[in-house]
């Protein structure tokens, strides 16, 4: 009885880890040669995500096996903000503490915004994010209570509007899952307060450490892991009862029969595998990185550049143009640095322009970089959207956009109808973003053995 998992990033590393505790023999597949996913890392600088929230996720998955997490600590101030007039603010979990930054009435938006961001979480949260995919009668209980008062008729851009400085500020969240901030719904204000409300979390290491200690544990628990095996179809077949189920996971070295399969690789990946037609809809936004190694060492911090026109910035980004004077996001740690600018994904910017302009646009960063914060690069590489391919169909590093009134509703764990398979990851339910994506393998698997007992 046979539990096949592709890909070892956040989300496969949690879905093996529920196989295995359900008692499955349990072999991840994996194309790259190591795990984390988008969190791989190269030569120790992040190539992804680098802001820890939600601990007790992980935490959680740990203790499941008697085992301890990581140390994850709290990370003071949360972000350091600059804006082109040079004003700064480095908000903290202290609310005083921030407030003492801002002007009165600013204060007074700060205080208001984050309540709001509080109450609309609180009330997303039990439907969206720490459940299964909602059901009909669960979405209709959401839309006639909390969802009634999540302002459902409104755009982000209204909900948040607060001055030159604070609206770009609370604007630059719904980005954390892929969206377009003018195009987002106001319910995506939410995200706001996982972060100033809940907190920013480190550990040594960074994100590629949390996911090598995930696979330790994996591991220590009998997992199997086959890295550089790339993935290329699903057989599928029907059962003796006669129901559809997928029989084999076909790699370029070999098929892999199995009872169970989870993927755990980009939702459009698994389609394709499928034959299935790939959704038209609209993708949300990809990422243009420069990883740099330091000669010497830095803080750790998070550090946001605002552009002089962030409304500008996303005319440009949603023409299919990269922004020609782009929101730069740094965090650095130790020797490593990680730059990233929003960029578009290649369902509108064509991968020519790409492979043409994409050393001469990391350069334009390097300059504006050099300008804001200064760094003793040693060494440096392109991530853009083509390389984001590797893990994202199309490089949409949270594939669906959430954007308009069913904008934030992501794809459910089920695909294809095939019985025996589940869909977990950043793509589908409940999100994008390390915890999420760790919620979405080990509650997918938890549903996936509900409903298929072979
Ligand atoms: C630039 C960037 C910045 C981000 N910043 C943050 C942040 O600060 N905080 C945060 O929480 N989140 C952040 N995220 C989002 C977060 O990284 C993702 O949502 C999360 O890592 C997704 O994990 P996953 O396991 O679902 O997918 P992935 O990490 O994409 O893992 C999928 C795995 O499947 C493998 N795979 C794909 N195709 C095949 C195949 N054919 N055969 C075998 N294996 C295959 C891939 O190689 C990959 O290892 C960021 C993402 C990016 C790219």
Do not use: C
Not at 326 to 337: K, M, Q, S
């Amino acid at each position: 009885m046979r539990a096949v998992v592709i890909g070892a990033g956040f989300a496969g590393l949690a879905a093996a880890l529920r196989l295995r505790k359900a008692g499955l023999e349990t072999v991840v597949l994996e194309k790259q040669p190591a795990p984390g996913g988008k969190a791989i890392g190269w030569e120790g600088v992040p190539t992804g995500p680098t802001v820890l929230t939600l601990p007790e996720v992980i935490r959680e998955i740990f203790a499941a096996f008697g085992a301890t997490a990581p140390a994850l600590y709290a990370v003071s101030p949360l972000s350091r903000y600059r804006w082109p007039d040079g004003r700064e603010f480095a908000p903290e979990l202290d609310l005083e503490a921030t407030l003492s930054q801002l002007s009165s009435q600013e204060a007074q938006s700060y205080r208001r915004l984050l309540e709001e961001a509080r109450r609309l979480y609180e009330g997303a949260s039990p439907t969206f994010i720490f459940s299964d995919p909602p059901t009909l009668p669960a979405l209709t209980r959401y839309g006639l209570g909390a969802g009634l008062r999540a302002h459902p008729l409104m755009g982000l851009p209204r909900l948040v509007e607060s001055g030159p400085h604070l609206t770009p500020f609370f604007l630059r969240f719904a980005t954390y899952l892929g969206a377009n901030p003018y195009k987002a719904p106001a319910v995506l204000h939410n995200i706001a307060w996982v972060e100033l409300g809940l907190g920013v979390y480190a550990l040594e290491g960074g994100m590629r450490a949390l996911a090598d200690a995930l696979y330790g544990l994996a591991k220590a628990q009998g997992v199997e892991f086959s890295f550089g095996t790339e993935v290329v179809g699903l057989e599928t077949a029907q059962d003796p009862g006669g129901r559809p189920r997928v029989r084999e996971v076909r790699t370029a070295a070999g098929g892999y029969e199995a009872e169970w399969v989870v993927s755990a690789a980009d939702r459009h990946f698994t389609l394709a595998w499928l034959k299935k037609p790939l959704p038209t809809y609209e993708l949300g936004v990809s990422g243009f990185a420069v990883l740099m190694r330091l000669s010497e060492r830095q803080p750790l911090g998070h550090w946001l550049y605002f552009s002089p026109d962030y409304a500008g910035e996303w005319r440009e980004l949603a023409s299919g143009r990269l922004a020609s004077d782009p929101t730069l996001y740094l965090h650095t740690d130790g020797e490593a640095a990680f730059l990233l600018v929003n960029a578009p994904s290649l369902q509108v910017m064509r991968s020519e322009t790409l492979r043409a302009k994409g050393q001469n646009y990391a350069r334009l960063l390097m300059r504006k970089l050099r300008r804001l914060h200064p760094l003793p690069i040693a060494e440096w590489r392109v991530m853009s959207p083509l390389e984001y391919t590797a893990t994202s169909y199309q490089g949409a590093l949270y594939g669906r956009a959430p954007h308009g009134l069913w904008g934030s509703l992501r794809p459910g764990w089920s695909v294809g109808g095939w019985a025996n398979l589940a869909q977990v990851g950043g793509t589908v339910h409940p999100g994008g973003g390390v915890p999420l994506a760790l919620l979405s393998g080990w509650r997918g698997v938890q549903w996936l053995l509900n409903r298929w007992n072979p």
